[in-house]
């Protein structure tokens, strides 16, 4: 039934700093203390290289060089291993509590995964999954994902190169996984394609694969 489709607040932050970021997506995790608060938290960062959840943190010795870049560096609690993020990406934090969906990281992750492939699919783009994470076009990654879940409550997400500078990826192997390479929107279709552009398709694709309705503060 329409009505008994969860509710989404999206939220669009605009450019926010990575520490910002993490300190806005706490308070959404908060509120779903006292009842469900879905929120689709939407921005673009600064440029800044995120380390997610390994065995052994990134010795200093290879982040010191990323920082003399004019980036900074944070560490963070999601799943994943190195990657960037910056301006021309759509970052999408959804903070959702997944009992009030499906209680499976595992179909999570996957219905993030078909949401960009949809929303890469309605600009034109095919995109595919594969056994790495994320969302790929041929061997080259469109989309990185990392999430955190706890207490089925979830915060990291998704980044999107519409338009990225993808030279600052040459100076890292992207999550780790060697041998393959990145890609993006604009790349891909030989025309500039914006965050402003591929927001409403990515938008579109969450709430036809999530079973949600979305709504945004006048």
């Known amino acids: 039934m329409q009505g008994s489709r ?5 939220v669009r932050l605009g450019l926010v700093s990575y520490q910002e970021g993490l300190r806005l997506q706490q308070v959404y995790v908060d509120r779903h203390r006292s009842g469900p608060a879905h929120s689709l938290l ?3 960062h600064p440029p800044v290289y995120t380390t997610g959840i390994r065995h052994q943190p990134y010795p200093a010795s290879r982040l010191d060089p990323l920082r003399l870049l004019g980036a900074e560096v944070h560490r963070a609690n999601r799943g994943g291993l190195i990657t960037f993020h910056g301006p021309g990406q759509l970052v999408c934090y959804p903070v959702l509590d997944l009992s ?3 209680k499976s990281v595992r179909w999570y992750v996957a219905q993030l995964e078909k949401t960009v492939v949809s929303a890469c699919g309605s600009l034109g783009v095919t995109a595919t999954t594969s056994p790495h994470t994320g969302v790929w076009v041929g061997d080259n990654k469109i989309c990185a994902m990392g999430i955190h879940c706890g207490r089925y409550v979830t915060s990291h997400g998704l980044a999107l190169n519409c338009n990225t500078d993808l030279s600052w990826f040459s100076h890292i192997v992207p999550c780790g996984i060697e041998g393959k390479g ?3 929107l604009s790349r891909e279709l030989r025309r500039d394609v914006s965050v402003h552009e591929a927001t409403p398709h990515l938008l579109a694709a969450f709430g036809e694969h999530f079973h949600c309705e979305l709504s945004e503060d006048a």
Do not use: A, N
């Open 100 to 102: 009030g969906f499906r």
């Open 42 to 44: 939407l921005c673009e």
């Open 6 to 10: 969860p509710l989404v607040r999206v």
């Open 182 to 184: 990145v890609t993006s």
